[in-house]
């Protein structure tokens, strides 16, 4: 196996650890359930994420959904068809992300979470550092695309649609 998809799939277990602990940490402000889909979207990943989930998921049978209106084509029924594989963007959904903008740490969460909360609760340790596991995430697929040689730039992109082509 590639040494960077091995390290992907280590990045993606220790951000489920803290993604987890999260979780259990703000349960009582956070409504994310089975069913709940508002996260959702047709994103877009790097290489090293979109090859690995290609090869995850090539021997089952995966059923999907529509992408009309920018939705995940995975999602059927309410549901993720390839929840244990899905990207690492979609294992945060619903925490409080924090994350820098024009020079600003900004804070995001779900619409429907922390609505009774005080933002001023909120601190590097009970928040998701999200650039520093994007940072991570672009330097291990920037290694990867030099593995395997690929023609694609360090910035592109792939739509998890594209997964089904
Ligand atoms: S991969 Fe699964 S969790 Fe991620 S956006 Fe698609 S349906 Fe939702």
Redesign the pocket.
Known sequence: MSEMRKRYSELRSAIDELSNKLFKMHHSHVECKKGC?L???D?QIFPVEFDSIKEAIKNEEIQTGTKENGS?I??KDHE?Q??EH??II?RTHGLPLLFMNDEQWELSACELNFTNFDDEEFTAENTFPQDKFNSLLFVLNKNYLNEIKSDHGEFDLIP?HKLID
């Open positions: 889909d996260c959702c979207m994103y995940c995975f999602l993720c390839i929840y899905r990207p979609c998890i």
